[in-house]
């Protein structure tokens, strides 16, 4: 599943190319995602004018001009992808069609159709319910070390399940969870709230430098995802721990570990992460 650097950098890509452009036509080729689209979804999109894209969690908002905001989630397998020039062949899993003026084309490919497509009232979007129980972005200057510190006390849960947590801090997922830990020298299995404020500081730091590195890189490419105009992301040439199960540490070349959190695999160092 594409995590927050993959979105952001969707988002940038998308931002770069359509922001000012007019929706000419939508186009629902298949109707029935995780969650069924508007029945007035091509109506309510044909016309409107694209004034911003932005984030939230790994949500992508399309912002219109009427006020309303397109989200997009790419669910496990989603893209989007533009295109400059009209497709002779739309593929099979080509579920969702936008037209732009000037002429550029964005394609929604789903194959699992777990993603989703939906229109929301612009000026309550926290209050919605796809927002409403999401905790806080780990890149605003607000996510201190300090708030993360008060969130981590509140938890006997291991850290590692308590910064994945969507309703606690958004977007660490599996990947840049296990780097992050592994740039505070923090064991994924210690209980949250023994976690003291100094490592809660360099736990913040890691978050936010390897997003950030991820960013820049475009990205980690694991299985479908791609960025908008659908090259891969490189961040997963960087992996310090993910992945690297037996193969050496990069600081003190003991081999690294794996064991399994909630169902996913965790990767670590036994000697550097404590």
Known sequence: MPELPEVETVCRGLSAHITGRTIVRATARRRDLRVPLPHDFERSLADRKITAVTRRAKYILIHLDDGKIFIVHLGMSGSLILHDAPLPNFRKHDHVIIEFSPYKLMVFHDP??????????????????????????????????????????????????????????????????????????????????????????????????????????????LRDYVRSSGDAGYFQHHFSVYGRAKTPCTLCRTPLSTTRQNGRSTFFCQTCQK
């Open 112 to 221: 699992r159709r777990f993603g989703l497509i939906a229109l929301a009232a612009g000026k309550d979007i926290e209050g919605n319910k796809l927002f409403v129980q999401l905790g806080k972005e780990p890149l605003d200057p607000e996510t201190t070390a300090e708030r993360l510190y008060d969130i981590l006390q509140h938890s006997r849960a291991p850290v590692k399940s308590v910064i994945m947590d969507q309703r606690k801090i958004v977007g660490v997922g599996n990947i840049y969870a296990c780097e992050a830990l592994f740039r505070a020298r923090i064991h994924p299995a210690r209980p949250a709230n023994k976690i003291t404020k100094k490592e809660t500081a360099r736990l913040m730091n890691g978050i936010k430098t390897v997003l950030e590195e991820a960013i820049r890189s475009g990205g980690s490419t």
